[in-house]
């Protein structure tokens, strides 16, 4: 009796962490977030693509994001770029970047996507765009071109 139950428990044991083991690294989706941070009454416009998939011309308005996510690869490969740009008194200012990149931003210590390497939010401000980094400070990782 004693065995039986062992090796069951064994069995739940191996399952248990089977399930949470590839649960993070092989099931979890990658989500990324830009929020609008401009401030009221300024809209942001995205375009971002990766080499599969373009994601369209969107609008953002203040405090809203915008928001996708995908499986990453287990090479974490993945690079999403975005044209973002805003009108600063009917000025255009803008980026045209990286704004995720598997190999940097997928590091669950000095990356920019959380302790799990799912959630990479970044704010564009009126100075720049910012990563929420995984000590949970704001960097400014890109300055407009204006
Ligand atoms: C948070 O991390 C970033 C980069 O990883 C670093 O530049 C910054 O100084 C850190 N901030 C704090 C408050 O520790």
Redesign the pocket.
Known sequence: MATAKNVSFGFILLVLVTFLCCSITVFAKVHVAVINGLGPGNALYLHCRDKNTDLGEQTVHYNQNFEWSFNENVFDTTLYWCRIWWYDHHKIVSINNEIYNGGKDADAF?G?CGDYKDRCIRKAQWDGIYYL?????F?KVYDWIR
């Open positions: 000095h920019s980094m995984a000590n949970g400070s960097e």
